[in-house]
């Protein structure tokens, strides 16, 4: 604060400009590229930068950032101001000034995107005014605060009510850190956060299960011999599956030989999980040898 009010005593040293002071220097700048000129127009005009930026004060930001934004709007407006328009400087860069401190309020709001088209950029600015505009008027007529009836804020503002109900939650809702304590038990806001995942009982029950689907199946595959042992890996555990052509091929024999071990391996290992599968209760019908695929 001691800072702002610093700046502000500094800016009131200039003095202002009359309309000839204003066009001589413009010309200079414009026609010859006079730093001294356009210096001379920035620093003549800063002051009112501070009396826009003020209008921006109750979006609970610092008024040095939004003054500095406004700082940076006059001195586009002086290197595109023409001076044969027959305007006054200010009447043309109130407009830079005021863009440059929206964007900069918009991008300060919150971390999530607000007033991304020009419609919504308007109703950001204008629906605190206009629900004041509308308070103001039902209190001189002693009629219901119209201000917090969306429909006629929406009519008056010439959008849905479901937009003016949009841009007031977003309003309300400022960003909050989850590292925030809550009250004074040294709670975080991240400790009330609910999981999108699974509960933690289901999720330990089937860690549970995994793990003894893991132990049966090891134990079940090593009562097989090394040619079915190797025919269950490549025909139910392998994603995609050996052929019987290939399995045929890397042990030498035909393709229907292959058929009749796999056969066999797939019912030494249904009879070897048969009691794991009535302990986990798989659905009836599923053949026990799909505990052979499940992830160790």
Request: glycine residues 6%; aromatic residues 8%.
């Amino acid at each position: 604060m001691r800072f702002l009010h610093y700046y502000l005593s500094e800016i009131n040293r200039y003095p202002l400009l009359d309309a000839a002071e204003e066009q001589h220097l413009a010309r200079a700048y414009r026609d010859r590229g006079d730093s001294r000129a356009a210096h001379a127009l920035v620093t003549a005009n800063l002051r009112f930068v501070v009396k826009v930026a003020y209008g921006y004060r109750s979006y609970g930001l610092r008024m040095a950032d939004l003054i500095q934004e406004g700082n940076i709007g006059l001195m586009k407006s002086v290197q595109k101001f023409d001076p044969d328009l027959g305007i006054r400087l200010i009447s043309y860069a109130v407009w830079w000034i005021r863009a440059y401190i929206q964007n900069y309020v918009l991008r300060s709001w919150s971390l999530v995107k607000v007033g991304t088209t020009q419609a919504q950029r308007k109703l950001f600015f204008s629906l605190a005014r206009t629900r004041r505009e509308l308070d103001r008027w039902s209190s001189a007529h002693g009629a219901d605060s119209d201000g917090n009836d969306p429909s006629k804020v929406a009519r008056k503002l010439r959008v849905s009510p479901a937009e003016v109900r949009e841009m007031q939650q977003r309003l309300e809702g400022r960003d909050l850190s989850l590292d925030v304590p809550v009250g004074d038990g040294g709670a975080l806001h991240v400790d009330f956060l609910a999981s999108g995942g699974p509960p933690q009982d289901d999720m330990v029950a089937s860690a549970e299960e995994r793990r003894l689907v893991a132990g049966q199946v090891g134990e079940a595959l090593a009562r097989l011999d090394p040619r079915e042992r190797f025919i269950i890996e490549h025909r139910v555990m392998l994603d995609p599956p050996m052929t019987l052509k290939d399995l045929g091929e890397h042990f030498g024999f035909s393709r229907e030989r292959a058929r009749q071990l796999e056969i066999r391996a797939r019912e030494k290992l249904r009879h070897a999980l048969h009691p794991l599968a009535e302990r986990i209760a798989w659905p009836e019908g599923a053949p026990a040898e799909t505990a052979a695929a499940a992830p160790a």
